[in-house]
């Protein structure tokens, strides 16, 4: 059983930085994403950013590119996102989520509600 512990999130005011972690423990797939989702309040969840377990290659959401930064360490269970220039509407929860695929990985895929969850870490961008 895939297992997500995210963690970082917090109230940062509009302009300021956070750091989410993401440890991942019993992926057992030979290739997989590994990534984040959002759901901000009375919106649907919607992928922010993954990259792929073994190929070059990662996928970040517009409004996140040029603000956040997707990293790992090299066996890709751990990730991490930087987001820097928080604006209110980041405000979210955030889900660190694998899928037993590296196919999933993309703007067309990284939707939906599939694969393993985490339990989030809230993300509060005051004005």
């Known amino acids: 059983e895939v297992q997500l512990q995210a963690s970082g999130g917090g109230l940062v005011q509009a302009g300021g930085s956070l750091r989410l972690s993401c440890a991942a423990s019993?992926?057992?797939?030979?290739?997989?994403?590994i990534g984040w989702f959002r759901q901000a309040p009375g919106k649907e969840r919607e992928g922010v950013s993954c990259?792929?377990?073994?190929?070059?290659?990662?996928y970040m959401a517009d409004y996140g590119k040029g603000r956040f930064t997707m990293s790992s360490n090299s066996a890709k269970n751990t990730v991490y996102l930087q987001m820097n220039n928080l604006r209110p509407e980041d405000t979210a929860v955030y889900y660190c989520?694998?899928?037993?695929?590296?196919?999933?990985?993309?703007?067309?895929?990284?939707?939906?509600?599939?694969?393993?969850w985490g339990q989030g870490t809230l993300v509060t961008v005051s004005s």
């Open positions: 990259i792929r377990s073994r190929n070059e290659g990662t």
């Open positions: 019993g992926i057992t797939a030979d290739s997989f994403s």
């Open positions: 989520v694998v899928r037993g695929s590296e196919w999933w990985c993309d703007p067309d895929r990284w939707t939906g509600i599939l694969g393993s």
